[in-house]
């Protein structure tokens, strides 16, 4: 086993060189801290086998060995397949597989046709080397584990004594009050060295154990203790609101900028993973680069974390990433918790969300409805749909739907909020064909092309929702939930978490705002528009309020980032927080700012103690 995890580790050493030639620690120590966690893990593995050899009777010997037997076969053969699966899925996400490895199986169809259209040689690979290593170990296995129950039984029983003290330490890996844990990979402040220090294995359990244990005293513990009154207090102060109630945090009363009579409709336009990268390049995103001249134009926008469920809280329900699984997917926020929905109700709004693919998917369905949604258009109310890909119905549909819902809603005078979800930039990247022309020199079904064909469907809808009575009433925000993939040497990749955003509308004057803005902002930024007085728990402000912060809150995996104008704190579990001033796209570690590191402390104890008592409302 140490030899699977240690040629693992070799491969992505040799892979990732480049990224790690220059860090600021030694890489070398790679192996020796490597070391110490595949033996965590192998030490806890030995345990079944230590306990049966040593107190099975013999009677038992023959169903102890075929046990042993196959418990090796199985156990090995997942090594053998995680080591493997840990190359693309480092490719794709920069990092160990996580929960993200185990979490999407509950969707068999669409994770196990993406794996088919995108990793054929990484599984072929895989399968090739599994099967090899069957039949060599099934060809040459003898039955050896029987001469140890000739072995009298008390002196068995002696023998586990010295072997489980010996598996203990090497599970425990320390002599000092707390056991080793997989923080004790994490060594330098080159992100990629630590990921290449860490165990699949025991990062994939970790992040199990994590989401399960999602807010416990133990897991809030590991980035540090603060009075929740201290935390509401900080956090209040950084993003500028005083609440109106001292029992909801962070609820107040926004008075509109844009006073209206009538006030307006919105449309929120989800991008799948349509980082700022793409939008710096014309020739995939020229419709966002057009309708842009003509909207208000976020050049400094920075996602929640990085997954879809992240982008959908800030843009939906206006709040930061909480520790563990998203709020999508937890029992407390099925119900009762804030969203535009819940909050427009009372103005008599129509509230819908159209996306092409299945709505059960990371329980969007589960949760749109449940916190005020009226209407669900997903994959299966799709008649005769001209094209669908692994995620679903195209884009290209997807609007045309939209456009017709809302001509027929405002036909009868109805208001409505709604949000679309888009599906294309997601692999293995699924459009239809003759829609655009593709990009020189890659493949069709690429990243570029992707981009290309979610650029054509912006446009589309823009277009078609022009020459509709419902324009000239409506706010209309296209923004990104994440980037595509965020990478990079830094502890957290600032600048992939870069995303693009427009808000558009009849009587909107163009601009560019290009201080530092988060989804929360946009949501606030957008309601301001709509022309009314609001109270809400929106964990941002409109860039026309004087209140408005020049702050963002980034999740990455376990990491929090919370930067202040160029300066930022990170939080990390388990180890001292760090902070750094963010300079040319790289963050540089400076001398703590123990103010900083404390308020991004308060975020997070925040977050999670609102989340479990109900308090985002």
């Keep these: 086993m140490i030899i699977i995890f240690f040629i693992g580790r070799v491969t992505l050493f040799i892979i990732y060189f480049e990224n790690i030639q220059n860090s600021d620690s030694s890489y070398w120590l790679s192996f020796i801290y490597g070391l110490r966690m595949d033996t965590i893990l192998v030490s806890l593995l ?67 046709s993406m794996i088919l259209a995108e990793y054929k040689l990484e599984l072929s690979i895989a399968l090739i080397l599994i099967i090899g290593f069957i039949y060599i170990y099934l060809r ?37 009050h707390r056991p080793a844990n997989i923080s004790d990979a994490i060594y330098s402040s080159n992100r990629m060295l ?138 407390k926020s099925q119900k009762d918790y804030f969203t535009i929905a819940k909050l427009l109700k009372p103005y008599g709004y129509y509230t819908s969300f159209i996306y092409g693919g299945e709505s059960r998917f990371d329980n969007m369905k589960g949760w749109f409805f449940g916190n005020g949604f009226d209407e669900i258009i997903d994959e299966p109310k799709f008649k005769n749909p001209s094209f669908v890909g692994t995620w679903g119905v195209c884009d290209g549909d997807v609007v ?47 990243v570029k092309n992707a981009i290309k064909y979610a650029d054509f469907a912006i446009g589309k809808f823009i277009e078609l929702a022009q020459k ?46 290009l201080k530092i803005a988060t989804q929360p902002d946009i949501l606030a930024t957008a309601l301001d ?22 702050i963002s809150l980034m999740q990455f995996n376990r990491y929090y980032a919370l930067r202040s104008d160029n300066k930022v704190a990170i939080l990390r579990p388990n180890k001292k927080p760090l902070t750094f001033v963010y300079k040319n796209k790289h963050l540089q570690k400076i001398e703590s700012d123990n103010n900083l590191e404390r308020d991004a402390l308060a975020f997070v104890v925040s977050l999670n103690y609102m989340y479990h008592n109900r308090l985002y409302r």
């Excluded at 046990?67 to 997942?78: A, D, G, T, W």
């Excluded at 009298?152 to 023998?159: A, D, S």
């Excluded at 528009?529 to 020049?550: Q, T």
């Design 468 to 513: 509709e009575e419902y324009y000239k009433d409506t706010i209309f925000v296209v923004v990104a939930d994440h980037n595509i993939r965020v990478y990079g040497d830094d502890v957290v990749p600032i600048n992939m978490f870069h995303i693009p955003a427009m808000i558009l509308g009849t009587d909107i004057k163009p601009q560019k705002y």
């Design 400 to 446: 045309e739907r939209a456009n017709s819902e809302y001509k027929k809603l405002y036909s009868k005078n109805q208001k409505f909020a709604s949000v679309i979800f888009s599906t294309s930039n997601h692999s293995p990247f699924d459009f239809p064909d003759n829609k655009i022309t593709l990009i020189d020199g890659v493949a069709k079904k690429s």
């Design 46 to 112: 030995l345990l079944i086998p230590l306990i049966l050899l040593s107190f099975a009777p013999k009677i038992a010997q023959n169903i102890v060995n075929i046990f042993l037997k196959y418990y090796f076969l199985v156990l090995i053969s997942i090594l053998i397949y995680i080591e493997v699966a840990t190359l693309p899925f480092i490719a794709q996400y920069d990092v160990r597989p996580n929960y993200l490895f185990i979490e999407y199986l509950e969707y068999p169809r669409e994770v196990f």
């Design 529 to 550: 528009l709509m022309g009314l007085d609001l109270e809400y728990p929106i964990m941002g402000h409109s860039i026309f309020s004087d209140k408005k912060a020049n």
């Design 140 to 176: 040459n296995f003898k039955e050896t584990l029987n001469n140890i129950f000739e072995i009298i039984y008390w002196k068995r029983v002696l023998i586990f004594i010295p072997l489980f003290i010996l598996l203990f330490i090497g599970a425990r890996s320390s002599f000092g």
């Design 194 to 331: 630590n990921e290449i220090t860490k165990n699949s294995i025991h990062s994939i359990i970790d992040a199990i154990y994590v989401n399960q244990k999602h807010g416990s005293k133990s897991v809030m513990k590991s980035y540090g203790e603060m009075d929740i009154k201290e935390a509401i207090s900080r956090v209040e102060s950084r993003l500028n609101i005083k609440s109106i109630d001292t029992k909801l945090p962070l609820r107040r009363v926004e008075k509109t900028h844009f006073k209206r009579d009538k006030p307006k409709n919105l449309v929120i336009f989800i991008q799948e993973s349509y980082g700022y990268q793409f939008f710096e390049d014309k020739e995939i995103s020229p419709n966002f680069n057009r309708l842009a001249k003509s909207s208000i134009f976020f050049g400094d926008l920075y996602s929640n974390g990085t997954r879809s469920v992240r982008g959908i809280a800030g843009l939906v329900a206006g709040n930061f990433s909480i520790t563990g699984r998203g709020v999508l997917k937890r029992n």
